[in-house]
């Protein structure tokens, strides 16, 4: 029986180190290729609480679909999600499994940085919400592009907007729907091909028939199990120090081979371009994520839109403080356990790979139970991020090309929310197609990317129609895919994509982040065009900001709550 245990312990480990190295992103360092391992024994544990989460949100689907009458239903719940229940569902839909897994490794390798690149990640949402959340609210009605079209041309501009959302969410959902093949094959015993067409099958269920109604309360579930999964093993692993911060700092730097050097800024800061376009990229990015911003058109009103912001950032520095406590305890406690090592070599290889440091600490101070949880977790987590992409894709196709492209604003929303559904089906084969393409490339460069994109051909257009009156349709068209054109070449020229990917000797370009560079750049492009724009439409476009500022700041003519 011990020998059957350690043989699941085993597999469940490879699982998560596989599926975390896939997705912790590049800052993490790239890790093996995803698809190297191979069906082992399974984690019951696991698998029971996983189908049980499984259970609770199709039941949750089935009550959701009958909701879901219109397509404000189905894009934002009918605006009647409150301020706390859409901060918990922002927080699950942005903490994915690398910030368990990935993050938590970050610290028991490498202390004070990954407590930096948690900040990073953190430091987007007093952005959100003190220049973003209300006006976003106040602007749009379903996706981001209300707000980037709202004075400008709709169909040039929606297009543009489109395109980028539809980029960030397929790097995004490749990312995701690789590690989850990965993981369910693993634990499950299931080929690959099966396991993406799990996750797949899933998320089309969940988009389709529920929409944003279900997607909220998988995100809300999902968000609540991370809490408390983690928040768990902290207080169990803590307790081994009698709850002393002091006792962790001190045992901590006598074992690890940093010394007081953990507590010190490392590598991550070694060099200074590749930390500031990785901050950079990590800051704004978040604050053009179509799947994220869309969340803020689920509520009432702008109050309820900065409650939203303020609840999520509660969760997410809450749990990012967790995570660091979590790394330092693993030091000891996983870090001088010779079970935890390939061959029982302490300083060794972990196994399982490095980011599974936390999923060994779960069962050094919960046993098999709490790693199943852990383990169940990080499945709850990937079907609640893949479901907010979808959606936003889903928003995006339907939506914004269209209705409003295509049709012109003439399409009924019987059929607008008719593409919608099935672009969300057609997108979850496009993510399974991708998934079963890049089964055994390294796909950790794709969430980076995304971030990358998303801060620099989003975020610019959407800050500036937001705040400047001088912004025109062709400054916004020309300087947003000015940033997603340069971000893709940058990351697909750096060591991340041109030597790891492609097999060159060395990059074109020496930087791995492109924020620093594509960011500035779709700025001054949509800044020096706009103010060259001398046409007559251009004019009405800056005539037309008194009317957007007095909407943005007081909300009158905004899309009301349809349900409660």
């Not at 024994?41 to 089935?62: D, E, K, P, R």
């Not at 799990?198 to 089309?204: A, F, K």
């Not at 779960?362 to 907010?388: E, K, Q, Y």
Request: glycine residues 12%; contains cysteine.
């Amino acid at each position: 029986m011990s020998t059957i245990r350690a043989t699941a312990h085993r597999a469940a480990g490879a699982a998560l180190g596989t599926l975390a190295a896939s997705l912790a992103g590049p800052a993490l360092a790239a890790g093996p290729a995803v698809g190297e391992a191979a069906k082992q024994a399974t984690n019951w544990h696991a698998i029971v609480m996983f189908v049980a989460f499984v259970s609770l949100t199709l039941g949750i689907t089935y009550w959701a679909a009958k909701r879901t009458r219109s397509a404000a239903h189905f894009y934002t719940a009918g605006g009647g999600i409150t301020g706390l229940q859409n901060g918990l569902a922002i927080a699950g839909d942005y903490m994915s499994a690398a910030t368990l897994l990935g993050l938590t490794a970050m610290v028991y390798t490498t202390g004070y940085d990954g407590y930096i690149y948690m900040i990073a990640f953190f430091v987007g949402w007093p952005i959100i919400l003190f220049l973003m959340a209300e006006r976003l609210r106040n602007l749009g009605r379903y996706t981001f592009a209300d707000i980037t079209s709202y004075r400008l041309d709709q169909g040039r501009v929606r297009t543009m907007a489109a395109v980028s959302s539809l980029t960030v969410v397929c790097f995004y959902l490749v990312a995701q729907m690789v590690g989850a093949g990965q993981l369910i094959k693993l634990l499950f015993g299931l080929d690959y091909v099966y396991a993406l067409f799990i996750v797949g099958g899933l998320m089309m269920v969940y988009v389709t028939f529920g929409g944003m109604v279900a997607t909220t309360w998988v995100q809300i579930i999902k968000a609540c199990m991370l809490l408390v999964g983690g928040t768990l093993v902290m207080v169990l692993a803590m307790s081994r120090f009698g709850f002393s911060y002091a006792t962790v700092v001190n045992e901590a730097t006598s074992i690890h081979k940093l010394g007081f050097k953990l507590f010190q800024p490392g590598a991550l800061l070694a060099d200074p371009v590749n930390a500031v376009s990785l901050g950079i990229g990590l800051m704004f990015g978040t604050a053009g994520l179509p799947h994220i911003l869309m969340r803020f058109f689920t509520v009432s009103d702008a109050k309820a839109a900065r409650k939203s912001v303020l609840y999520a950032s509660g969760f997410v520095g809450y749990f990012f403080n967790v995570i660091f406590l979590m790394g330092l305890c693993a030091i000891v406690i996983v870090g001088t356990n010779p079970a935890y090592f390939e061959g029982g070599q302490i300083g060794g290889k972990i196994i399982g790979g490095g980011n599974m440091v936390v999923m060994h600490l779960a069962n050094a101070v919960g046993g098999d139970l709490l790693l199943g949880f852990l383990a169940a977790v990080a499945f709850a987590t990937i079907l609640a991020v893949v479901s907010g992409l979808a959606l936003a894709g889903a928003s995006a196709i339907g939506h914004d090309l269209y209705a409003r492209v295509i049709m012109k604003g003439k399409a009924t929303e019987q059929a607008e929310l008719r593409v919608s559904k099935f672009a969300s089906i057609g997108l979850g084969l496009v993510a399974i197609t991708l998934g079963i393409l890049f089964e055994r490339m390294n796909v950790a460069f794709m969430v980076g990317l995304a971030f990358g994109i998303a801060a620099s051909a989003n975020f610019p257009v959407l800050i500036l129609s937001m705040y400047w009156r001088g912004l025109t349709t062709r400054g916004a068209v020309i300087g947003g895919y000015t940033g997603l054109v340069c971000a893709v070449v940058l990351v697909v020229l750096s060591k991340l994509v041109w030597v790891q990917v492609l097999g060159f000797a060395k990059p074109i370009v020496p930087y791995d982040q492109p924020a620093l560079f594509s960011m500035p750049l779709a700025f001054l492009v949509t800044i020096v065009v706009s103010m060259l724009d001398r046409s007559r439409q251009a004019a009405a476009e800056k005539a037309a900001f008194e009317d957007q500022y007095v909407r943005a700041q007081t909300g009158f003519g905004a899309a009301g709550a349809v349900a409660h």
